[in-house]
């Protein structure tokens, strides 16, 4: 067992509502909503749901890119809300954000030396000949050569423009990463050798992750642990092995039973949820998913459950777990 790394606790992000000339406050969105769990070292935790679900709010609030509500976040038993601005400036240096979207999250007026470089000269005090040095080693490790480094980002692929934006996270060789769907703007011809790269440079480079996905074959592929979300709050929650061979959360086996099948053969009883995702704004009271679940009985309306424990390394938040 792996020593932890990033320790999760009870992570609440609120995002206000305003309303009128004056801006007055009228409620909140309840983006994360207690969401509790650990990473060890070299390890990597999917989080997994639908769109919406608040798992990009969770990546993002752990590296205090948005600033949590509630909850705190440990990283090597730190407690990163009382560090400063620039404490946790210095702290960013170990723990880096792959972008969802390299069109928009590489700068177009800055070439590729440029976007390496500048991470570099933000941490270290490196010589010009130091620098050129280890952004060309980074160069070489996604793929690509130094005869592209004054290039731009509109000359580039997308899955090059992922490279790179893969490259500028990790060439400070940060401990932690949250890859925040870093293959959905690609096309599915290119998705594979970008998820190869990351496997590759997370046991290189003895990485851990908080890998954001809603591609459950994905998941499956790259994690050693996994969380599903739903309405911003944690229903499930173990080891890849143990949740993909016996979900118990309802809303867990409808997203597995809706995964396709590599085999043409193979046929699967399909879950077919009703009604829609509630409003954020106005969760409903008790279990967040009882308005979708065909196994809600009273206690679900009017009781949030916990996430308690159904077997080894395996949590779920159910008060009827089947």
Same mark, same amino acid.
């Given at each position: 067992?792996?020593?932890?790394?990033?320790?999760?606790?009870?992570?609440?992000?609120?995002?206000?509502?305003?309303?009128?000339?004056?801006?007055?406050?009228?409620?909140?969105?309840?983006?994360?909503?207690?969401?509790?769990?650990?990473?060890?070292?070299?390890?990597?935790?999917?989080?997994?749901?639908? @769109?919406?679900?608040?798992?990009?709010?969770?990546?993002?609030?752990? !590296? +205090? $890119? /948005?600033?949590? %509500?509630?909850?705190?976040? *440990?990283?090597?038993?730190?407690?990163?809300?009382?560090?400063?601005?620039?404490?946790?400036?210095?702290?960013?240096?170990?723990?880096?954000?792959?972008?969802?979207?390299?069109?928009?999250?590489?700068?177009?007026?800055?070439?590729?030396?440029?976007?390496?470089?500048?991470?570099?000269?933000?941490?270290?005090?490196? @010589?010009?000949?130091?620098?050129?040095?280890?952004?060309?080693?980074? !160069? +070489? $490790? /996604?793929?690509? %050569?130094?005869?592209?480094? *004054?290039?731009?980002?509109?000359?580039?692929?997308?899955?090059?423009?992922?490279?790179?934006?893969?490259?500028?996270?990790?060439?400070?060789?940060?401990?932690?990463?949250?890859?925040?769907?870093?293959?959905?703007?690609?096309?599915?011809?290119?998705?594979?050798?970008?998820?190869?790269?990351?496997?590759?440079?997370?046991?290189?480079?003895?990485?851990?992750?908080?890998?954001?996905?809603?591609?459950?074959?994905?998941?499956?592929?790259?994690?050693?642990?996994?969380?599903?979300?739903?309405?911003?709050?944690?229903?499930?929650?173990?080891?890849?092995?143990?949740?993909?061979?016996?979900?118990?959360?309802?809303?867990?086996?409808?997203?597995?039973?809706?995964?396709?099948?590599?085999?043409?053969?193979?046929?699967?009883?399909?879950?077919?949820?009703?009604?829609?995702?509630?409003?954020?704004?106005?969760?409903?009271?008790?279990?967040?998913?009882?308005?979708?679940?065909?196994?809600?009985?009273?206690?679900?309306?009017?009781?949030?459950?916990?996430?308690?424990?159904?077997?080894?390394?395996?949590?779920?938040?159910?008060?009827?777990?089947?």
């Amino acid at each position: 067992m792996s020593s932890t790394l990033l320790d999760v606790r009870n992570l609440q992000v609120y995002f206000p509502i305003r309303r009128g000339l004056m801006r007055k406050t009228t409620g909140y969105v309840h983006a994360v909503e207690d969401v509790s769990f650990t990473v060890g070292q070299r390890e990597v935790f999917a989080l997994v749901g639908e @769109s919406g679900c608040g798992k990009s709010t969770t990546g993002t609030a752990i !590296l +205090r $890119l /948005i600033e949590p %509500t509630g909850g705190e976040v *440990f990283f090597r038993g730190e407690k990163l809300s009382q560090l400063s601005e620039e404490e946790m400036r210095l702290k960013r240096r170990d723990m880096q954000l792959i972008f969802q979207n390299p069109y928009a999250s590489l700068n177009p007026r800055m070439n590729v030396w440029q976007l390496l470089s500048e991470p570099l000269k933000t941490h270290f005090h490196l @010589s010009q000949a130091e620098t050129r040095e280890k952004v060309e080693e980074m !160069l +070489r $490790l /996604i793929g690509m %050569t130094p005869d592209q480094l *004054f290039r731009y980002p509109h000359q580039f692929s997308g899955g090059q423009k992922q490279r790179i934006s893969i490259a500028r996270a990790l060439i400070t060789h940060p401990s932690f990463v949250v890859a925040d769907e870093p293959v959905s703007a690609l096309d599915v011809s290119i998705q594979a050798q970008i998820l190869n790269l990351i496997m590759e440079l997370q046991q290189e480079m003895e990485l851990s992750l908080v890998f954001i996905s809603h591609d459950l074959n994905v998941v499956r592929h790259i994690s050693n642990a996994v969380g599903v979300m739903y309405l911003g709050s944690l229903m499930e929650k173990g080891s890849t092995q143990e949740v993909y061979s016996h979900p118990v959360h309802p809303y867990t086996q409808a997203l597995l039973s809706a995964v396709p099948s590599h085999d043409p053969l193979h046929k699967s009883d399909h879950v077919i949820l009703q009604g829609d995702v509630p409003n954020p704004a106005h969760p409903p009271e008790g279990c967040p998913f009882h308005t979708r679940c065909p196994r809600c009985s009273g206690i679900c309306c009017t009781e949030k459950p916990e996430l308690k424990p159904v077997g080894e390394d395996h949590y779920v938040a159910c008060h009827l777990p089947s």
